[in-house]
């Protein structure tokens, strides 16, 4: 029952800014934003957790990306300024219907997450 679709990718240059949305149905109790490029693992790149707030960030982005919620919209953003050719992926939301400890390392893996949405290119040319 859990629902999610990514929005916001697009073409940007190096240097740039898009913001990434997730909508969101079902119950949920984080959302993670992930990315894959051609021929790459899928990796982790930010988390949020609705209750209070809590935000998780891979080093690669922290600093440059910022995660956030809207409880009306029930909808997840993530802002991502100064971009990098090697941010190029597609960005998928996911969400997880668990709870962890705080600071666990599932809400950085995807194996954490139980639905995935669909995903949404992000392209930064140099």
């Known amino acids: 029952q ?10 940007v ?5 898009l913001r990434l949305s997730c909508a969101a149905s079902g119950r949920t109790y984080a959302i993670g934003w992930f990315r894959q490029a051609p021929g790459k693992e899928r990796e982790f790149v930010a988390a949020i957790l609705w209750s209070a707030g809590s935000t998780y960030y891979a080093d690669s982005v922290k600093g ?7 409880g009306a919209k029930n909808t ?16 998928y939301c996911a969400a997880s219907g668990r ?4 600071g666990s390392s599932y809400y950085y893996a995807d194996k954490g997450y139980d639905h995935w ?6 392209t930064v040319s140099s």
């Not at 997840?76 to 960005?91: F, G, R």
């Open 2 to 11: 859990v629902q999610l679709q990514a929005f916001g990718g697009g073409l």
């Open 13 to 17: 240059q190096a240097g740039g800014s």
């Open 117 to 122: 949405g669909q995903g949404t290119q992000v």
């Open 64 to 70: 440059r990306f910022t995660i956030s919620r809207e």
């Open 76 to 91: 997840v953003h993530l802002q991502m300024n100064s971009l990098k050719p090697e941010d190029t992926a597609i960005y």
């Open 99 to 102: 709870r962890y400890n705080s």
